[in-house]
């Protein structure tokens, strides 16, 4: 069984810039949430996909965007980066009504 | 709004002895899930151990268990025979149903050898 995978590793981006974040659930799983970990916080919650839906935001801005495809595998996308999105992109998949999510390595995003 | 307060930035502990780490959360629902992840240097978030708020009696997983208190809403985690490899951020988590993970600010735990 594959656990969640996530793309890049790490990433340096200037403020403006876009960047796109992805990620590859566990097999099975069709629900995936995004979370952004500032240093030395907590996560935090961005918004979850189902069935290629989005189906729950947290309070980020529209320039936070995301995907999920046929396969369930999603992507986040942040436009016009700004030096605070600067955190770990974490990314969980879950069957819908498991109390369980699996969390991938994260993206490590440094915005300068 | 759910919240999630985790009152010890930083906690240590000598090898082989206990420590309790504080979490305490706010809501107004009866029925949810209490979690404590544990994140090592490696950053994946790894689940330790998980609570139904239905359950009265406390959970336990090996050399770690809670004390959840619903009333007083509050969810402690023990570990017992602390181990180098229990060295790691520990975040105290809220799910309500399917929906989203609230967590804390998170416990930074050294194990002293």
């Known amino acids: 069984e594959t656990g969640v995978t996530q793309s890049p590793t790490h990433l340096i981006k200037t403020r403006g810039q876009q960047v796109t974040l992805r990620c590859s659930s566990q097999s099975g799983h069709n629900t995936v949430s995004w979370y952004q970990q500032a240093l030395g916080q907590g996560p935090q919650f961005i918004f979850q996909y189902y069935r290629e839906e989005e189906n729950g935001r947290g309070n980020f801005p529209p320039r936070f965007s995301g995907l999920q495809f046929p396969n369930y595998s999603s992507e986040l996308n942040v436009n016009a980066l700004e030096l605070d999105d600067s955190a770990l992109y974490l990314c969980?998949?879950?069957?819908?009504?498991?109390?369980?999510?699996?969390f991938g390595p994260g993206t490590r995003l440094t915005v300068t | 709004a759910q919240t999630v307060t985790q009152s010890q930035p930083e906690m240590s502990v000598q090898e082989a002895e206990t420590v309790t780490l504080s979490c305490t959360y706010d809501t107004s629902e009866s029925d949810y899930y209490l979690f404590w992840y544990k994140q090592p240097p490696s950053r994946q978030m790894i689940l330790v151990i998980r609570?139904?708020?239905?359950?009265?009696q406390n959970a336990t997983e090996n050399r770690f268990s809670v004390n959840f208190q619903k009333a007083a809403k509050s969810f402690s985690l023990k570990i017992s025979d602390s181990q180098l490899g229990d060295a790691a951020m520990y975040f105290c988590a809220y799910r309500q149903g399917a929906q989203k993970l609230v967590f804390g600010q998170g416990t930074r735990l050294t194990i002293n050898p």
């Open positions: 969980a998949s879950s069957l819908p009504d498991s109390y369980e999510q699996y």
């Open positions: 609570q139904e708020a239905y359950k009265q």
